[in-house]
T-cell receptor, first 114, second 119 residues
C-alpha cells in the first residue's frame, strides 16, 4: 500500500510554545490530506481537511488559529499547534489518499504539553 | 445519530478461531465506501479492507473478509484463524462525499472494538 510518513512520532513541549507536525506522502501525490485527533481509548475525530494550494477546511469546534494547517505541496501538509497548553496533549494522526478511496495513515504524533 | 456504530467495546477470541466484529452504518448517500482499520498499541492505523456500496461481492483480503449486508446497513469484519498479532483496536469507517470542492472524501469512524486474542 501507499506510504504516509509523519514526523515527529513523539514530542514533549512546554506550555506556550508551538509545535509543528509534518505529514508526507512518500510514493504518491495527495491533493487532500486529513488531520485527526485521538484521545486515549477513543475514536479518531477529524479536525480538518488540508487542501493543496488553498485554505484548510476545519470541522466545527476546531480553532483555526490554534491549529494552523499548511499544505505547501502535493506531498506535504503540516499541522502547527500554536501556544500549546496541557489540554492540547493528544495523539494527532494524518492521512492521505492516492485516489478517491483508501486513506493511508501516518504513524501518528503523541504530543505532551507540560 | 451516530453514522457508524460498533456495539462491541471489547471482544475475546481463542487463537486460530474466527471472530466477527460488528459494524452498522447510517447514510442517505447512495454512493459510499466502508473501511476497516486496525490500530495496534503503537498507534498507527493500518488499512485492512474496503467495500464500495455498489460492489456486488463481499470484499476479501487474506484472512479478512467483510460481510456486507446493504439492506441491513451492516459491514461486519470477519477475521479467520486469529493470531496473537491480531490483538488490537479495530475501527470501522465510512466515506461519504463532502462536496467541498477539492474531491475530498472524509472518513467517519466508529468508536472501535478492542480485540484480544487468547493463546
Amino acid at each position: 500500500g501507499a506510504v504516509v510518513s509523519q514526523h515527529p512520532s513523539r514530542v514533549i513541549c512546554k506550555s506556550g510554545t508551538s509545535v509543528k507536525i509534518e505529514c508526507r506522502s512518500l510514493d504518491f501525490q495527495a491533493t487532500t490530506m486529513f488531520w485527526y485527533r485521538q484521545f486515549p481509548k477513543k475514536s479518531l475525530m477529524l479536525m480538518a481537511t488540508s487542501n493543496e494550494g488553498s485554505k484548510a477546511t476545519y470541522e466545527q469546534g476546531v480553532e483555526k488559529d490554534k491549529f494552523l494547517i499548511n499544505h505547501a505541496s502535493l506531498t506535504l501538509s503540516t499541522l502547527t499547534v500554536t501556544s500549546a497548553h496541557p489540554e492540547d496533549s493528544s495523539f494527532y494522526i494524518c492521512s492521505a489518499a492516492p485516489g478517491k478511496n483508501i486513506q493511508y495513515f501516518g504513524a501518528g504524533t503523541r504530543l505532551s504539553v507540560l | 445519530a451516530q453514522k457508524i456504530t460498533q456495539t462491541q467495546p471489547g471482544m475475546f477470541v481463542q487463537e486460530k478461531e474466527a471472530v466477527t466484529l460488528d459494524c452498522t452504518y447510517d447514510t442517505s448517500d447512495p454512493s459510499y465506501g466502508l473501511f476497516w482499520y486496525k490500530q495496534p498499541s503503537s498507534g498507527e492505523m493500518i488499512f485492512l479492507i474496503y467495500q464500495g456500496s455498489y460492489d456486488q461481492q463481499n470484499a476479501t483480503e487474506g484472512r479478512y473478509s467483510l460481510n456486507f449486508q446493504k439492506a441491513r446497513k451492516s459491514a461486519n469484519l470477519v477475521i479467520s484463524a486469529s493470531q496473537l498479532g491480531d490483538s488490537a483496536m479495530y475501527f470501522c469507517a465510512m466515506r461519504e462525499v463532502t462536496y467541498s470542492g477539492a474531491g475530498s472524501y472524509q472518513l467517519t469512524f466508529g468508536k472501535g472494538t478492542k480485540l484480544s486474542v487468547i493463546p
